[in-house]
C-alpha cells in the first residue's frame, strides 16, 4: 500500500463546476504539499500546509491531521487548470513522498 | 529572484555522449535537490545537496554524477546513459538544510527533457 493515495486518478469537469481532489495518507508528517503540474512541464507548488485551511484564489486546501487525509478544491473551475495535481508529504526530517498524481481536465 | 531555473530544456544525447544539466537559484536556499519523472509517474528522488554537501544518493547508477560549487548551483553530469534513463529531470531547493529542518517547501524548476537514443 503507498504511503499517500490520491482520489480519483482522473478527473473530468465541465467549466465552472466545483472540484475536489483528496489525499489520504498513513505516516506522520510535518507537512503537506499541493502541487501542479501541466503536461511537459515543471512543478509549481501551490500550497504547504501542517493544520487547518489555506486559500489562493480559486483554490483552498485543507488537511485533517487526525484523520490523515487533506483535499484540494478548485471553484469555478476553468480549462486552464487542466493538469495533474500532486499530493506530497513530509514525514518530518525526511524526504517528500509523493501520490500518483489526478489527471484533472476542465472542458470548456 | 524567486524562481529556480535549469538549462537546457531540452536534450537529446547518443549513449556515448557526456553532457550536464544545470540548475540555478538566487534564493538563498541551502538544500537542493534532483528528481527523475518518468511520464505518468510521480517524481523520483535522485539526490540532495544541504549546504553544499552531499547529503542523500538514492542508489543513483554511477553514470549520473551530481555537483555543488556553490550555493547558488547545482549540476547533474551525465555519462554513458541508457535509452532507459529517458525521462523529465527536475531540481527543486528549499530554504533550510535537509537534517532537522521539517516542512520545508520545496520550489520545483521547469525540468529538462532527456532524450537518450
Known amino acids: 500500500k503507498n504511503e499517500v493515495e490520491q482520489s480519483p486518478q482522473n478527473l473530468t469537469a465541465q467549466e465552472g463546476e466545483f472540484i475536489t481532489i483528496n489525499c489520504s495518507y498513513s505516516?506522520?508528517?510535518?507537512?503537506l504539499h499541493w502541487l501542479q503540474q501541466h503536461p511537459g512541464g515543471g512543478i509549481v507548488s501551490l500550497f504547504m500546509?501542517?493544520?487547518g485551511k489555506k486559500k489562493h484564489g480559486r483554490l483552498i486546501a485543507t488537511i485533517n491531521i487526525q484523520e490523515k487525509h487533506s483535499s484540494l478544491h478548485i471553484t469555478a473551475s476553468h480549462p486552464r487548470d487542466s493538469a495533474v495535481y500532486i499530493c506530497?508529504?513530509?514525514?518530518?526530517?525526511?524526504?517528500?513522498?509523493f501520490g500518483e498524481g489526478t489527471q484533472l481536465t476542465v472542458n470548456p | 529572484d524567486t524562481e529556480v531555473t535549469q538549462t537546457p530544456k531540452h536534450l537529446v544525447m547518443g549513449m556515448t555522449n557526456k553532457k550536464s544539466l544545470k540548475c540555478e537559484q538566487h534564493?538563498?536556499?541551502?538544500?537542493m535537490y534532483w528528481y527523475k519523472q518518468k511520464a505518468k509517474k510521480p517524481p523520483e528522488l535522485m539526490f540532495v545537496y544541504s549546504y553544499e554537501k552531499l547529503s542523500i544518493n538514492e542508489s543513483v547508477p554511477s553514470r549520473f554524477s551530481p555537483e555543488c560549487p556553490n550555493s547558488s548551483l547545482l549540476n547533474l553530469h551525465l555519462h554513458a546513459l541508457q535509452p532507459e534513463d529517458s525521462a523529465l529531470y527536475l531540481c527543486?531547493?528549499?530554504?533550510?538544510?535537509?537534517?532537522?529542518?521539517?516542512?520545508?517547501?520545496?520550489?520545483f524548476g521547469p525540468g529538462t527533457r532527456l532524450t537518450v537514443l
Open positions: 505516516v506522520g508528517i510535518s507537512a
Open positions: 527543486a531547493s528549499s530554504p533550510g538544510g535537509l537534517a532537522g529542518v521539517g516542512g520545508n517547501e520545496q520550489f
Open positions: 534564493m538563498g536556499h541551502r538544500a
Open positions: 500546509l501542517s493544520s
Open positions: 506530497a508529504v513530509k514525514p518530518s526530517g525526511s524526504r517528500l513522498t
